[in-house]
T-cell receptor, first 111, second 113 residues
Framework: AQSVTQLGSHVSVSEGALVLLRCNYSSSVPPYLFWYVQYPNQGLQLLLKYTSAATLVKGINGFEAEFKKSETSFHLTKPSAHMSDAAEYFCAVSDKDKIIFGKGTRLHILP | EAQVTQNPRYLITVTGKKLTVTCSQNMNHEYMSWYRQDPGLGLRQIYYSMNVEVTDKGDVPEGYKVSRKEKRNFPLILESPSPNQTSLYFC????????????FGQGTRLTVV
């Protein structure tokens, strides 16, 4: 079965600093990977997805993620954090009949 | 506007009183599912449906029922709610399996006392 592991349930960065949220996947076949963001009191919104077309995937709000097969990773980055980026982020993998989510990383932005 | 609509957004109920959370999508998606979100556990799939009249259990189906009589609607039924079903629930739809992402409703926060 496929799975994803997110390293760090809470991450704090200063406004303007690099954001790095880590995700490792486990899959026996080429995976379809996603990053979702959840703002307070809202549903999940797709940030970006990897479907094997390109290893570097650009998403909304300045986020991007790089698929590294050798490291089984799909880390999410943003060069410069903004206060509005404070939210919970979920890495996910598509596994036939469902999307399997990691446990989430809450991103805190320090002024 | 393409969307997944859940109702109600907030619900407080008592143990044992049957309730239904509705979910409707206007994107003609074949695939719909329900998740619950609990702190530290992420999202876990309760039930899913690949098409009308086709439903199957997810990872945590105990205490829940679903039905798919129409393509657009996928209600979640709690016949006899218990306090351990207090959670945040999300309905999601996808065009199909595999590469496509899921579109989520706004969530229903359920409290069972």
């Amino acid at each position: 079965a496929q799975s994803v592991t997110q390293l760090g349930s809470h991450v704090s960065v200063s406004e303007g600093a690099l954001v790095l949220l880590r995700c490792n996947y486990s899959s026996s076949v080429p995976p379809y990977l996603f990053w979702y963001v959840q703002y307070p009191n809202q549903g999940l919104q797709l940030l970006l997805k990897y479907t094997s077309a390109a290893t570097l995937v650009k998403g909304i709000n300045g986020f991007e993620a790089e698929f590294k097969k050798s490291e089984t990773s799909f880390h999410l980055t943003k060069p410069s954090a903004h206060m509005s980026d404070a939210a919970e982020y979920f890495c996910a993998v598509s596994d036939k009949d469902k999307i399997i989510f990691g446990k989430g990383t809450r991103l805190h932005i320090l002024p | 506007e393409a969307q997944v609509t859940q109702n109600p957004r907030y619900l407080i109920t008592v143990t044992g009183k049957k309730l239904t959370v509705t979910c409707s999508q206007n994107m003609n998606h074949e695939y719909m599912s329900w998740y619950r979100q609990d702190p530290g556990l992420g999202l876990r799939q309760i039930y899913y449906s690949m098409n009308v009249e086709v439903t199957d259990k997810g990872d945590v189906p105990e205490g829940y029922k679903v039905s798919r009589k129409e393509k657009r609607n996928f209600p979640l039924i709690l016949e006899s709610p218990s306090p351990n079903q207090t959670s945040l629930y999300f309905c999601a739809s996808r065009p199909d399996r595999g590469v496509t992402e899921a579109f989520f409703g706004q969530g229903t926060r359920l409290t069972v006392v």
